[in-house]
């Protein structure tokens, strides 16, 4: 349907107030990050910054073990998005193309373990690893975030290959690849922008959970970004601007990640998406 | 989809078709028997394992620990003392379980309406803008996804500062003076609000992601024909996008019902549930009465009955999504 | 496979779940401490201290000295942050290998105490200068007469104020009673009143640490002992009259601080650095986070102690601060006690102090002198007080704090003095009284 050009006009008028609207909060949490201290917490009437200073960012990656930190987040992060990816899919070519006994069960399990009540799961988890001796090692808190975000993958994907319609991959059966090579084949390459939508749902996940990781990991060296936010936070001072700055710095690999399958994200929703 | 109809209309092998669209995987599974009826469960492994260890087991233990009196003495020794359904009775009997559950739910649902509408809304205007447009929106979008909730809640709270808050200086500039000064955390519903805007202000990119995918899937030609009909915007939305959403909006509201029931993170940083508790929803609850005194019996006890409430909420829920699933699959 | 085999084997174990798998529990098989012979002491040392607690030279000098004299043990240093410590703490103790020194604020130490996972310290006081313990931190760290901690260091609150506006403002000498802090600011007033953004004094509504000195400062107090549990008092004569001392305050300084907010959202340091504040109440730390937006105004600042009823005597303040103490089920009791024994010499107390604290186990504070602001504290800090040594205290304060929604609904009017103080009492009663 054609719209009218003021109609055009007005609708993309609203657009660009939305996204000003949605986009305050970051962009004074990014002006913040610049501000000194002074004209954080000034009177005046500050919408656009009077002026701007690098030094709350120096000060928070200055802080000792950043970089080891940043590693550790983005081993565990992408660690626990591609066993997910891998684990979701495996999982997602039985369920939409297969039939056999347990399968409705599986759904059943997927959904279910959505209600799974994961702060308190923070005990019994911390006894399991302790008792299957994976305290303080990255691998334990890259299988705990795969498994929180694994339900959600396998009932993405699952939605992703059903809409891949199945009688491409039969066409290819037909020139005489088996089961499995007609699906790597076929519906793979077509599933990757689902497993794009699906990993940034993932990314963004493992990337902000903070609890696990402060339990679950005791030594310095293995410590995450989410902790390292953390210490900004003395007994008797918070470091605001650092805060500021340092949420900034974290927030940046989940946008690059975002920016970088962006396009495919997009496109690839429109595939069959979370369609049922 | 056409051209794929063609290609199942042709004669597969030399099995004659049972039904006009998937003859061939069917009438092969036969054949294969074994490694065939053995190959989905292999498949499946991995996930079943995982979620099975990491969510389903450890909720198994949390049971057990909602039966016991598990304080740091007994972590750390590792002694089990059972103190039977007491964790459960100590919570049912407090009033305050009973307050704050209603008020859970009441606030949980005004969340998730308004997220839903909030992303229904952006989705449905997103398609409708030019490009440039529209990057600067899925921009904005992302970035507040991104934001960790840390920041964000600390960016909400100077946003909203008596004092300093932009918002009050920005209303005291477009000449609404009783908004000097005003206090937007001295009560529960006014603290609630702002609590609820930034939730919303962060589940709403997801949701809006998720219909924006399911309303581009749908073909052009189906709007014309509607337009063709001479049917109105809403007749239109009704008629075409509708069904290409409504699958979608049914596990994204399934989602953001649990998600927004048990947020912690933000309710908690934003003022503690306070004041006088009038902010205090079933995880501050768990909290206070649980974790903070590391008291993990009746923690583990407030958490069986708040997925109690969430399986009486989402069953209807499940057994839809199920039920669509399983009707789909041919 | 492998890892899924050893989870699935850690499941089993955790359904067994055997009791004292976690390593036997009492203070017993670790008796002989006796630090006379450190050339026996082996194995591997985990000490946990806080972001920001110890000075690094401290650290660095203390841990070269203790390796220098126990060439057989390793120590691990690992920095905790404040942020989730409480869980960090919990699990960690459960774990196979706890840390054998831990860092506990000292308003959460009873906590730990009462569940007995800490090491009965109370045969090494003497080993580790007891006698000269502070006392507000030493109440915090007994429990049912027994001793589970060691005093590290505390902090203390008091007025930091601008010279420059106080001279101006034709004010000579610090205020040394209420009066006079009340006149003080007055003048002040009478003298910037008319820029809009002055405030004499800078002072937020759900300031709780303010509040307990003016309590006590009349005599009252947050809760009284009965026995081994506590009942809250905040509904006593002398508990109202330190609030209304406390609005007395907030109307006649004409703070703009928000009311229901505390000290730290927004950060009052950075509003003191502002330059338009004449006087704030914090620590000294605070005046170098002042100075990050002002790195002038340190010279023009100094520091009084928090003024009392009576002319001349200082109300009682606050000890905010950190114990040590020794998990009962640490692998390495003897390295741990000799290592506490090492930090309560003198050398590294006068390092504390250097670093701008009182130090936990030593009254020689002279090391603070030469600060101005450290040492006003310092002074101040021998009329200390500590919040009830409850277990339950840390719940208290580290969730739904009855006497900051006191202070806002008085403050705000939105109750009156005797029903924000019963209401506030009845709430206190129940988390006190815990389950």
């Known amino acids: 349907m054609r719209k009218s050009l003021p109609q055009r006009i007005a609708l993309n008028t609203v657009g660009v107030v939305g996204a000003l609207l949605f986009g305050f909060p970051t962009y004074w949490l990014i002006t913040t990050s610049f501000k000194t201290p002074g004209e954080v917490l000034s009177p005046r009437y500050d919408l656009i910054p009077f002026s701007i200073t690098f030094e709350n960012f120096t000060s928070a990656l200055s802080k000792p073990g950043f970089t080891t930190f940043l590693t550790n987040s983005l081993i565990v992060t992408l660690g626990a998005v591609l066993t997910a990816l891998v684990a979701g899919v495996l999982a997602a070519f039985p369920l939409a193309r297969m039939r056999f006994r347990g399968r409705k069960g599986f759904l059943f399990l997927v959904l279910v373990a959505q209600l799974a009540p994961i702060e308190a799961l923070l005990i019994p988890l911390y006894l399991l690893m302790r ?25 993405m994907l699952y939605g992703f290959v059903k809409g891949i319609p199945i009688e491409l991959e039969e066409a290819a059966m037909i020139d005489g690849c088996g089961r499995w090579q007609a699906f790597r084949r076929v519906t793979l390459p077509l599933l990757g922008p689902g497993l794009v939508a699906t990993s940034v749902f993932s990314f963004i996940t493992a990337w902000n959970e903070f609890l696990f990781a402060l339990v679950l990991m005791q030594d310095q060296g293995k410590r995450t970004i989410p902790v390292w936010l953390s210490t900004f936070r003395e007994a008797f001072l918070v470091d605001w601007g650092g805060i500021m700055a340092a949420s900034v710095i974290y927030a940046v690999p989940a946008l690059i990640f975002f920016l970088i399958v962006q396009r495919k994200l997009v496109s690839g929703l429109t595939a069959g998406a979370v369609k049922g | 989809m056409t051209s794929t109809k063609d290609v199942a209309a042709m004669p597969a092998g030399n099995t004659p078709p049972a039904s006009p669209r998937v003859p061939t995987l069917r009438a092969r599974r036969r054949r294969k028997g074994f490694g065939d009826s053995v190959l ?17 087991w450890p909720t198994v233990q949390l049971v057990m620990i909602s039966f016991r009196k598990l304080d740091l003495r007994e972590l750390v020794t590792g002694q089990l003392v059972w103190v039977g359904v007491s964790n459960y009775g100590d919570v049912l009997g407090d009033p305050e379980f009973w307050e704050v559950t209603v008020r859970t739910l009441v606030f949980m649902g005004a969340v998730v309406a308004a997220t839903i509408v909030v992303a229904l809304f952006i989705a449905l205007l997103m398609k409708q803008l030019n490009p440039v447009v529209r990057v600067l929106l899925q921009v904005t979008l992302v970035v507040a996804w991104a934001t960790p909730a840390v920041a964000a809640t600390t960016v909400f709270q100077w946003i909203f500062d008596q004092q300093y808050g932009i918002l009050n200086k920005t209303l005291a500039l ?3 003076d009783g908004f000097i000064g005003h206090s937007w955390f001295s009560d529960g519903p006014s603290t609630l609000t702002v609590i609820g805007l930034l939730i919303t202000w962060q589940a709403v990119p997801f949701v809006a992601f998720s219909l924006y995918a399911g309303l581009i899937g749908v073909p052009r030609e189906q709007y014309e024909a509607a337009g063709i009909d001479g049917a109105g915007p809403w007749q239109t939305f009704r008629a075409v996008s509708w069904p290409a959403i409504q699958p979608i909006l049914t596990i994204v509201t399934f989602l953001s019902v649990i998600w927004d029931f048990r947020v912690f993170t933000q309710v908690w940083a934003i003022k503690q549930g306070g004041p006088d508790g009038e902010s205090t929803t079933l995880p501050i609850y768990m909290y206070l009465k649980g974790i903070a005194g590391s008291h993990f019996g009746p923690a583990a006890a407030i958490a069986m009955l708040m997925l109690l409430v969430l399986v009486i909420l989402l069953a209807r829920y499940i057994q839809l999504l199920l039920r669509s699933k399983e009707v789909d699959l041919k | 496979m492998k890892r899924w085999m050893k989870l699935a084997a850690g499941a089993v ?3 067994l779940a055997t009791a004292g798998c976690a390593g036997s529990g009492g203070s017993g098989n670790t008796a002989q401490s006796n630090a006379n012979a450190p050339q026996q002491l082996s194995g591997e040392l985990t000490v946990w201290l806080m972001t920001g607690s110890a000075p690094e030279p401290l650290t660095n000098a203390l841990h070269k000295e203790f390796q220098d004299a126990n060439p057989g043990v390793k120590i691990k240093y690992e920095i905790q942050q404040w942020n989730g410590i409480q869980q960090k703490l919990t699990t960690a103790l459960a774990s196979q290998t706890p840390p ?22 109370s045969d090494s006081v003497n080993d580790l200068n007891g006698g000269q313990w502070l006392k507000g931190l030493k109440d915090s760290a007994t429990f049912d007469g027994k001793t589970y901690g060691m005093p590290f260091y505390a902090a203390n609150r008091e007025v930091i104020y601008r010279k420059d506006l106080f001279e101006q403002a034709g004010i000579t000498t610090p205020p040394a009673s209420r009066d006079e802090w009340l006149a003080a600011i007055d003048k002040l007033k009478a003298k910037f009143g008319s820029d809009p953004d002055f405030q ?5 509504g759900q300031y709780w640490y303010s509040l307990l000195s003016f309590i006590w400062d009349e005599g009252g107090d947050i809760a009284k002992a009965e026995g081994k549990n506590f009942k809250s008092t905040l509904n006593s004569t002398e508990a109202k009259a330190g609030l209304e001392f406390y609005k007395k305050l907030v109307d006649a300084s004409g703070t703009k601080a928000p009311k229901d907010n505390d000290e730290a959202t927004p950060q009052q340091a950075g509003i003191y650095g502002g330059g338009k504040v004449a006087m704030f109440i914090g620590t000294p730390g605070e005046v170098a986070t002042a100075a990050k937006t002002d790195p002038t105004i340190k010279d023009k600042t100094a520091a009084f102690a928090i003024p009392g009823k009576s002319a001349g005597k200082s109300a009682p303040v606050f000890l905010g601060g950190s114990n040590l103490a020794i998990p009962v089920n640490s692998k390495n009791t003897a390295a741990a006690k000799a290592y506490l024994k090492l930090l309560s010499g003198q050398k590294y107390q006068t390092e504390i102090a250097k670093g701008g604290y009182v130090p936990g186990t030593s009254t020689d504070i002279s090391a603070l002198s030469s600060d101005p602001f450290a040492s006003v504290m310092a002074k101040a800090a021998q009329n200390g007080r500590a919040v009830p040594s409850s277990p339950k205290w840390g719940e208290v304060e580290s969730g739904q704090n009855p006497l900051k929604d006191m202070m806002t609904a008085y403050l705000t009017g939105k109750k009156s003095i005797d029903q924000a103080t019963t209401d506030a009492n009845a709430a206190l009663d129940k988390l006190l009284a815990g389950s």
């Open chain 3, 13 to 15: 174990a955790i359904s």
């Open chain 1, 131 to 155: 008792d299957a001796g994976l305290l303080n090692q990255l691998p334990s808190l890259l299988l705990v975030y795969m498994a929180l975000t694994l339900p959600f993958t396998c009932w």
């Open chain 2, 174 to 176: 477009l000449g609404f």
């Open chain 2, 40 to 56: 989905p469960y292999l498949l499946l492994a991995p996930g079943v394992l995982a979620i099975g260890a990491l969510l389903i």
């Open chain 3, 100 to 121: 054998d020194v831990i860092e506990i604020g000292n308003t959460q130490t009873p906590a730990f105490a009462a569940q007995g996972v800490l090491a009965d310290l």
């Open chain 3, 200 to 204: 004499a004094l800078y002072l937020p």
